[in-house]
């Protein structure tokens, strides 16, 4: 016994006094942040900077498909600011996400809210919210795709033949202004999961005794919306927002997928504009120049959420009692 | 201010029955702790008294109006919580505004409101700060400072004091009390700290299981225990309680020691009470006592011993300096030891 106990010891001394070279390099930080940053670094340089930083110097080039282009500077983005199609897809992105932000975010939290309560079939309610968000983006254009039908449209069908509240069926996406508002809808239809649920996360983080101290405190229901839960959620609602704003500025499937940018190309995004004229058209270079043209939105929007909405001075302090 | 009656409350949650027939009648100006082990409903029934959970029978009145269906803010009640509830993006100049704000009154009413609260608790220099840069000892200030300054008519603390360290705890329990003294505000407050509810209550309310065990003063809770619970809830080293015998005007313990009854009462089952402080050392004529543990406080001395196979907890005012294994002689003052009802647990009247 006291013989094994010296081994130890001695063991234990020997490998404190003469570490090998190899362990005390992985004791070393510096070693260990490059070794563990390295494949990430590399996964990101070759699979996102590489495609990011092409697509930015086709911006600058003349390339069209079977054609390797050359530099020609800033005169892509000089022919958009005269084009009016460019205009008008900036003009309808601005729109679209606007609208479609607006009218998710008021109807998320209206049903995050709802959802908040204490409602029979709760869990199975929350899973219903989601659907909208799991069933792929192809399928729900589809289906709005019926939905908008001139002919086989169901909105059609329950204002004309049930409700006899018109004569003629809608044209939704036949003329311009019908069909922008119909994808804002389908967009709206589409983005409220999202918002519902991490606003509802959000809100689960509020202490009950909070509205129970306001309910002391004399405040109405519309009072403790407006004093405790608005304020508390704002910082949760900056990061949403931010999110949900890059998401439907950038939006491609669901308009591509009913419309494709028509009628008359009233409805092109940015994104698919871009996609028509660099790939459908060939135009590559033109239409990397119309993405890069989203970046400037892209930023602002995102610094605005980041510096409006975002931390605030009552958040910082230590949480602990 | 007012005083509140409880009359036969009840409550159920579900099918849970919480609390099975609650009577406590608190005067005005009275400052009764409600105390009972966690989960006896000592929280439900304030809570029940702020309007937060619905009565499911019986009555409580605030002053002469019953409340039951009166909404919490209309009951003129406010509440400290347990977590403080602090409104976190406010600060606690806002925190302490906000019921004024609310029942609309003038910029200049609700500033006069708020210094006078915060020079009660000494809370100035912090007016500007948000919850999260206050101190424990602090936030706890300022939930009782939102209190104040709505001056209601009733007080309720729900363990205000469960989230300090001792030190402040110690502190604050003597600034609320000095509070009440100054303010006489009718108070409930809530507690599973017999210690605190001994040093600041008027009135103390017993409870265990949803049911009111004993009221009344600390003192009287102390030397009068109406029942087991109580016997064993209040007081610190808790009382001896030794299940035996009675044998005429001694008491036979299970573990064979015999000790000493005010006078003869026949025999029976039944459990012998007798606090601590009140065995004394009897060097003469004593009850031989192994010595098991010794605990010097400086003012007094704990020592647990055996009296046979019956386990025995004293606090002497004279230094021992007996070893455990060791034998001394002690002696219970007859005069001051209770007997139990061996099944209901209640005390036996004596006198
Ligand atoms: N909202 C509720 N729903 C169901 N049971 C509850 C609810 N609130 C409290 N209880 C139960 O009521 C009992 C008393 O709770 P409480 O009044 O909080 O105890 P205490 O404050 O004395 O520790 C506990 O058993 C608790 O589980
Ligand atoms: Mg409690």
Known sequence: MALTTATAIDQVAVRTRRPNALARLFDNKLFLIFVCLTPAVGLLAVFLSYPLGLGIWLAFTDTTIGRRGVWIGLENFEYLLSDPLWWNAVFYSVLYTGVATIGKFALGFWLALLLNQHLPFKSMLRAIVLLPWIVPTVLSAIAFWWIYDPQFSIISYLLVDVLGWRETNIDFLGNPWSARFSLIAANIWRGIPFVAISLLAGLQTISPSLYEAAMLDGATPWQRFRHITLPMMMPILAIVMTFSIIFTFSDFQLVYAITRGGPVNSTHLLATLAFQRGIASGELAEGAAIAVSMIPFLVFATLFSYFGLGRRKWQQGSDNE | ?351
């Open chain 2, 1 to 351: 201010m007012a005083s509140v009656d409880i009359r036969s409350v009840t409550k159920r949650f579900g099918s849970v029955q919480v609390l099975h027939g609650v009577d406590v009648d608190i005067d005005d100006g009275e400052f009764v702790v409600l105390v009972g082990p966690s989960g006896c409903g000592k929280s439900t029934l304030l809570r029940m008294i702020a309007g937060l959970e619905n009565i499911t029978s019986g009555e409580i009145r605030i002053g002469p109006r019953v409340v039951n269906n009166v909404a919490p803010k209309e009951r003129d009640i406010a509440m400290v919580f347990q977590n403080y509830a602090l409104y976190p993006h406010m600060t606690v100049y806002d925190n302490m505004a906000f019921s004024l704000m609310l029942a609309g009154a003038p910029k200049d009413r609700i500033q006069q409101e708020v210094n006078r609260a915060a020079g009660i608790l000494g809370l100035g220099q912090f007016l500007g700060r948000y919850p999260r840069q206050l101190s424990g000892g602090q936030r706890q200030r300022v939930a009782m400072g939102r209190a104040i300054v709505r001056n209601p008519q009733v007080f309720l603390f729900d363990e205000p004091l469960s989230n300090l360290d001792a030190k402040l705890r110690v502190q604050m329990r003597a600034e609320i009390k000095d509070l009440h003294q100054r303010l006489k505000v009718t108070t409930v407050y809530v507690t599973h700290d017999q210690i605190e509810a001994m040093t600041m209550a008027d009135k103390i309310v017993a409870m265990s299981d949803g049911n009111v065990e004993q009221i009344g003063s600390p003192l009287d809770l102390y030397d009068h225990p109406t029942n087991l619970f109580v016997a064993s809830f209040i007081g610190s080293p808790a009382m001896n309680l030794l299940k035996g015998e009675i044998s005429g005007d001694q008491f036979r313990t299970e573990g064979g020691a015999m000790l000493p009854l005010p006078k003869s009462m026949g025999s029976g089952p039944a459990v012998y009470g007798i606090r601590p402080e009140y065995i004394h050392l009897s060097p003469d004529k004593g009850i031989e006592a192994r010595v098991h543990l010794v605990e010097p406080m400086g003012s007094e001395t704990q020592v647990s011993v055996r009296v046979g196979e019956t386990p025995l907890v004293c606090t002497f005012r004279e230094r021992v300096n007996a070893k455990p294994g060791e034998a001394i002689r002690i002696m219970p003052d007859r005069a001051l030891a209770h007997v139990f009802d061996a099944e209901k647990g209640n005390r036996i009247s004596i006198n």
